[in-house]
C-alpha cells in the first residue's frame, strides 16, 4: 500500500491509523499530500532543483524510496517555504489546499520531533498556515428544497426521494448515508458513525420515518449486500458516486444549477433550515451533524438578506419621516 514512500513515511501513517484513529480518508490525504512534498524536497534539496522549474511530470516521476533519515534532519524550515512557493506559484493550490498540505507536514515533523525523537528541533514549527477567508455554505431556500423534493421520480423515486429526505431533515455526511445499515435505524432514531468513527444518534422526524417506510417496502429483496439499506440496481450498497450524481440530476429537474449544488450542499441546506426556521440552537446543531468543534457549527448561524432587510425594517426609526 506505502510502495512509493521511505519507511519513516509509513511509520507516521500506521502512527496516524492505529494510534491516533484517524479514518481511511484522512490517512489517504496524508499519503498523497506527503508524498507528493518530499518528492518536492527532494528535486529541491538533494536535486538542487529550482522551484520554478519543477512542474507536475517531473513531481509524479520523482522517486523517494530512497531517502533516510538524515534527509529529514537536514530539512530546515526555508525548504517548507520554497515548497510554499511552489504550490502557490506553480501549481496554483487554494488557500484550503495549502493548509491541508501544510497540516500534513506539521503532523508529522511533530511525530518526528516528540514521538519518535529523531529530530531536535522541529523545522515546521514556525511554518505559518495561510490565512483562510470565511466563506458563507451555499444550500437551497425553502422553495428550492421543496422543488427539490418534489422532482424526484422514476423507477428509483422511493429510494432517491429517501435519500434526499434524510439529507435534507437530517443534514448527514455523503459518507453517512451510504454507510447506513437496517440495523441503524432503531425506531424513531437513526445510529450514524460520523468523521473518526465517532458514533451518534440522529432522530428521524415524520418526514423521514414516511421516506423510510415506503423505500423499504419497495427495496428489492434479491440483492448481494443484505446489510445495506441503499442499494444499487446491481444489488450492491450504493456508492458515494451514484448519490452524487443522482442528486445532480434532481438539482438540474428543478430547474436549479448542478454545479453550485451538491450531497454537501444538501447538509448545509438541512442545518441552515433548522436554524432559520427551527430556531435550533448552536449546541444542538453541533450534536446534530456531529460537529468536533462547535466553531465548525458556527458557520450556519450567518444571517441571509431576507434577515437583514427584516432587522432593518424592525428598525423603530423605519417609519419615522422629518
Same mark, same amino acid.
Do not use: W
Given at each position: ?7 519513516? &513515511?509509513? /511509520?507516521? !501513517?500506521? $502512527?496516524?491509523? *492505529? @494510534? ?5 480518508? =484522512? ?52 525548504? &517548507?517555504? /520554497?515548497? !510554499?512557493? $511552489?504550490?502557490? *506559484? @506553480? ?5 484550503? =489546499? ?54 424526484? /421520480? ?169
Amino acid at each position: 500500500m506505502y510502495d512509493d514512500i521511505p519507511g519513516f &513515511l509509513k /511509520e507516521f !501513517l500506521l $502512527y496516524m491509523q *492505529n @494510534i491516533k484513529n484517524r479514518s481511511k480518508s =484522512t490517512i489517504r490525504e496524508y499519503h498523497y499530500d506527503l508524498r507528493d512534498a518530499f518528492r518536492f524536497l527532494k528535486l529541491y534539496a538533494k536535486e538542487k532543483i529550482k522551484f520554478n522549474n519543477i512542474t507536475d511530470d517531473i513531481i509524479n516521476e520523482t522517486d523517494i524510496t530512497d531517502l533516510d533519515i538524515e534527509f529529514v534532519k537536514k530539512i530546515e524550515l526555508t525548504d &517548507l517555504y /520554497e515548497y !510554499l512557493n $511552489y504550490l502557490t *506559484n @506553480i501549481r496554483s493550490d487554494k488557500p484550503t =489546499t495549502r493548509a491541508r498540505k501544510i497540516a500534513a507536514l506539521k503532523s508529522f515533523f511533530n511525530f518526528m520531533t516528540f514521538k519518535q525523537k529523531i529530530l531536535n528541533k522541529n523545522p515546521a514549527v514556525e511554518l505559518e498556515t495561510p490565512k483562510l477567508g470565511k466563506r458563507l455554505p451555499k444550500y437551497l431556500s425553502l422553495d428550492e428544497s421543496v422543488a427539490l423534493l418534489h422532482s424526484i /421520480e422514476g423507477k428509483n423515486e422511493k429510494r432517491d426521494s429517501c435519500i434526499i429526505t434524510l439529507f435534507l431533515n437530517c443534514g448527514l455526511r455523503l459518507s453517512e448515508l451510504v454507510a447506513i445499515n437496517f440495523k441503524d435505524i432503531r425506531n424513531d432514531s437513526l445510529h450514524v458513525i460520523g468523521k473518526g468513527d465517532k458514533e451518534r444518534s440522529v432522530y428521524l422526524n415524520n418526514a423521514c420515518q414516511d421516506a423510510l417506510k415506503e423505500y423499504i417496502a419497495v427495496r428489492p429483496k434479491d440483492v448481494k449486500d443484505h446489510e445495506a439499506l441503499f442499494v444499487s440496481e446491481r444489488g450492491t450498497r450504493i456508492g458515494k458516486r451514484t448519490v452524487e450524481m443522482m442528486v445532480k440530476k434532481y438539482i438540474t429537474m428543478a430547474g436549479l444549477d448542478p454545479k453550485k449544488y451538491s450531497p454537501h450542499k444538501l447538509r448545509h441546506t438541512a442545518a441552515t433550515l433548522m436554524h432559520k426556521y427551527g430556531g435550533v440552537d448552536i449546541r444542538s446543531l453541533q450534536q446534530i451533524l456531529g460537529h468536533e468543534s462547535v466553531s465548525t457549527t458556527e458557520i450556519y448561524t450567518h444571517v441571509d438578506n431576507d434577515q437583514v432587510k427584516e432587522a432593518l425594517e424592525k428598525n423603530p426609526l423605519n417609519n419615522i419621516n422629518k
